[in-house]
């Protein structure tokens, strides 16, 4: 059979079997993709003046069930992540997971760049989101914010933590990122998740997405994705793209696992990306 279907609970995409044979490949060899983002955990803890839901065991959970990283993207009313989160986080990945990655994304204002310094996290991921912004909905306009990222490149450079850069699912986009001195970017795919239910379209978004992760990959760039993200999105976009490095998911995430637990929605999303 030349294509198959690739399933999900809600979107169905035909694709070449040639690629489910290439996805198990790299699914073999790969480490997890997954990195959680806990913001809307924090969401819920801070409904109240009580520390519970516990953003670090939450994220502790998720990690020992296999998730390779924690994303937080704390904004600057920390409406939910707080700067204390992200120094327990850090202290958490650093005592008690070591081998795992904690990625801190934000627009790069001197108080996020104070924090990334004294976080030092493995990955910064700069977005180009105002302070009012609900959420983030967009990639840079590389031509009007040239020197902002360039100023908080090399500082990032300077701590030894990896830059990525919230793009648009343009292929123009990665080439600037490499003229900036990126190491990766973070493909925005809120269009393509807002597609649940029209697979028609979701085809051409996910077309977008795949047209850019390929520019970034050729550009030497590494590839993550991110926004809206679900176990129903997912396996079309990785069997397209299974060269992308990492996907953080935070709102299907914490959705998902109102249902079936952090641990269990690890294993879900980490089936869902063709890892188990
Ligand atoms: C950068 C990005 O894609 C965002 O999804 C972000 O991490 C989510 O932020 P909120 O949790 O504040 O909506
Ligand atoms: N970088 C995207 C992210 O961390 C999570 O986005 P979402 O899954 O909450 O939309």
Redesign the pocket.
Known sequence: MLFGTIFSERQHIAVPSWLQIKLLVYAMTAVSRLSV?V??VAVLRNRRDLPWPSVTDLAAIALEAGAKGI?V?PRPDERHIRKTDVHDLSELIGDRFPNKELCL?GYPSADFLDLVDQARPDQV?FVPDDPNQS??DHGWQFDQDTSLLEHAIAKAKDWAVTVSLFCDPDPSAPDHAVRLGAERI?IYTGPY?ACFDDPARAEKELAKVVATAEAARAAGLGVNA????TVANIPALIVSAPFIREM??????TADALIHGFAGSVVRFRRALGEI
């Open positions: 983002n913001n809307a994303t993207h994304e991921l959420t983030s973070e998740g991110g926004h809206d993200l953080s998911i935070g709102h299907g995430f």
